[in-house]
């Protein structure tokens, strides 16, 4: 007597439809990978061009780019550099704190408190932040450094404040309600079982704002602080080397995509790191040995 074996068929070859997203057929299939090359296609084509452009214009040739050699040159972009961090460094950190009391006020209680800290959000988030930093600068006759960091503060902090609470209370119901069961204060409530659970929902945004913030940091320039712009800007319109604009640009370009890039790496890097916590991880339970007696037994 023989035996008919059938094969079942792998689910991994067997797509399965959700009730968002049905699988494309074959031939949707292959009009996306037609739009893929084709995108593709474009894409090169419009770098090629760049390039060309660039070749043509001599954007490479050694007279615009030997400007950078100078020990003066390389001196004014560090400088430029080390400027523009510093004033992210404080923004940042006066960002990340408005935020957090701004967040604590439209969660509070009280009422006054609330109203007060939702007409500061939604007041410094509807403001131009160039607007703000030159309010500061003219107005209130602030030097540059300052001003630039309170623009920078005010503005990322209201939008970090809405972060933070939208955070919080993405948090699930019951762990509040468990919280409260066990005797905790709100404030016990929110720093100890809301705000850790809320971190890593949160923590993409934040990185986000930040890097907006490291950004915005450029239009100090206006108001004639000497950050990495502003050091761009003094070469390519002040030195008599046939004004190399295109290669300053090139130069500054990559370093401001490369800051951004390191604060999502960092991101990531957080991320990772908490998901290794001792705190979040399972904790191993060793097996029973024999003669291994319960409570209460005899």
């Not at 003219?138 to 809405?162: D, F, H, I, R």
Request: proline share 5%; charged share 15%; aromatic share 10%.
């Amino acid at each position: 007597m023989t035996k008919t074996l059938t094969r079942k068929p792998s689910r991994a070859t067997v797509p399965e439809a959700t009730a968002l997203y049905d699988i494309p057929g074959p031939v949707t299939r292959r009009r996306h990978l037609m739009y893929g090359i084709a995108s593709t296609v474009v894409i090169l084509a419009l770098f090629g061009w760049i390039v060309y452009l660039l070749f043509d214009t001599d954007q490479f040739t050694a007279q615009k780019w030997t400007p950078f050699e100078y020990k003066g040159i390389q001196e004014l972009l560090l400088r430029g550099l080390g400027n523009t961090l510093k004033a992210f460094a404080y923004a940042a950190v006066l960002s990340l704190a408005l935020g957090a009391v701004l967040a604590v006020g439209r969660l509070s209680e009280h009422r006054v408190l609330r109203w007060i800290s939702t007409l500061l959000v939604e007041f410094f988030r509807a403001m131009p932040v160039l607007v703000m930093i030159f309010f500061i600068f003219v107005a209130l006759k602030v030097q540059p450094l300052p001003a630039l960091v309170a623009g920078l503060t005010l503005y990322n902090g209201s939008v970090l404040a809405e972060v933070f609470r939208t955070g919080i209370n993405a948090v699930d119901r019951g762990q509040r309600e468990a919280a409260y069961a066990l005797g905790m204060r709100k404030t016990q409530v929110t720093a100890y079982v809301l705000a850790p659970q809320a971190v890593r929902a949160m923590l993409p945004t934040i990185i986000s704002q930040l890097v907006v913030a490291l950004k915005d940091t450029s239009l100090g320039y206006l108001i004639t602080y000497e950050e990495f712009l502003h050091a761009g800007k003094l070469i390519a319109s002040n030195l008599d080397y046939d004004l190399p604009f295109i290669p300053v640009v090139m130069v500054i370009s990559p370093i401001y995509i490369g800051m951004c890039m390191l604060l999502s790496w960092f991101a990531t890097w957080v991320a990772k790191r908490q998901r290794r916590n001792l705190k979040t991880r399972a904790v191993g339970v060793a097996p029973a040995e024999p003669g291994t007696l319960l409570p209460g037994g005899q």
